[in-house]
């Protein structure tokens, strides 16, 4: 009965997801389509995003995610979303593909929901910091290859960017999936292991009721914090000196 009752949790989880993002993605591409035309990739990120971040919300409402999952499971989703619109938008002439890619983002939700209930022993701190690592690691690896490549002629890691470029419109795709999987990765990064480094509790002598504290100093917390800042700084000074 307890499987059958943890399926059906399950599944609840998956369609939800599944059906929030893909609704919020084609309302905003369609959105989009009429605002400008043909700019539909940053709004099926921003309606796939809201999607996710609804649909995790609702899903706790519900009492499907526990309040201590919450974020970890929608980074979780988000990080999937981040990867599968990657693969989707080089691929748009192979649809049953990029079906089954936004399918995963559902899985993720379900399979990260059912590890964290699991390991409940695994602190927030550490959860944050692994999760900022990966959303760090497409920033850090651009900039890397980039270097390695213009500044030292080395070209292997920056042949996988140039494979993508290659591909019909993808310039284009890459320049309009870009801010989402970089900036939207860093600003990520850095909130989620920034808070985990603050605490608001409620006070009666603050004016907003609220008092900030800081809670004990998790070094990979910090070095995601300052890592994800060093990277936005670099990012932000090449696109000043281009334009």
Known sequence: MKKIDRFY?????FMVISLASGSLIILFSLLGHFIRRGDLIPYAMAGGSAGILTGTLFLYRKRLIKKGDLIAV????????????LVAIFNFDKPFLMLFSFLLIGFTAVFSNRYFQKNINISNSLKYGLLGIVLILPSFYFISSSILKFKFGINAPYNFIEVLLQNKYGQANF????????????????????FEQIQFIKSNTSITRFKLIRKNLHLLNLAIVLMS???SSIILT?????N
């Open 175 to 194: 320049n309009a999936i870009s801010p989402f999987i970089f900036g939207g990765g860093l600003a990520l990064a850095f909130f989620i292991n920034l």
């Open 74 to 85: 929608a980074v979780c989703s988000l990080i999937s979303f981040g990867l599968i619109s």
């Open 9 to 13: 949790a399950e599944f609840k989880i």
């Open 229 to 231: 800042c060093c990277l």
């Open 238 to 242: 090449y696109l000043m000196l281009e």
